[in-house]
């Protein structure tokens, strides 16, 4: 009987249906996403490692500006910057790229901006691009302006985090004390 019971539970812990519940660490206690923390805590062992509890940052809309070296001027006249401001949806993708006030949908970040369709070329960002590839493509901007949450009804989330050090290693996410995450780590 007990070796139908693991053969049934390693059957139901695929890589799919990780996502969804997984077995308490050192037990056969099932969880599911959407339960409450206390229930996870009542079910399962204690976490290896004290629990992590910060604030989420709550997703907002926002403008990178980047200050780019123009190329030498053939008659040594004095000129200015280029400016690249790069802005961002709550979702952190590129909406709009624009050089000296003209919006692009792929530009680069090297010494001088040029507008290409190329967007295999070095330092090419695009439309539709993550934050995470424009800083690794642009490095650090000049400035950030952050937009504000809409609605006064948004408030911020309470992340909880959870590590067992179990086969496999396993991290539990809580928003507000609900179950959201199961990670194999």
Not at 35 to 59: F, G, H, M, N
Not at 124 to 134: N, P
Not at 151 to 170: F, K, R
Request: charged residues 15%; positive net charge; aromatic residues 6%.
């Amino acid at each position: 009987m007990f070796k139908k019971l693991c053969g049934l539970t390693l059957l139901l812990i695929s890589a799919g249906a990780f996502a969804e519940f997984c077995p308490c660490p050192s037990s056969f206690n099932l969880i599911h996403i959407g339960d409450s923390l206390s229930r996870v805590t009542q079910v399962c062992c204690k976490p290896s490692a004290p629990p992590k509890i910060y604030k989420a940052e709550i997703p907002v809309p926002e403008k990178w500006t980047y200050n780019i070296t123009p190329p030498a001027n053939p008659g040594g006249a004095t000129q200015g910057s280029v400016e690249l401001l790069v802005t961002f949806d709550s979702t952190k993708k590129v909406t709009n790229i624009t050089v000296n006030a003209q919006s692009l949908t792929t530009t680069n970040c090297g010494k001088t901006p040029a507008v290409s369709f190329d967007v295999s070329q070095p330092n090419a960002i695009k439309i539709g691009d993550t934050q995470e590839t424009v800083k690794a493509t642009c490095g650090d901007p000049l400035f950030k302006q952050k937009g504000e949450p809409q609605g006064d009804s948004q408030s911020t989330p309470i992340m909880t985090e959870l590590n067992y050090a179990g086969p496999p290693p396993v991290m539990l996410i809580f928003e507000n004390g609900i179950l959201k995450e199961i990670k194999k780590q």
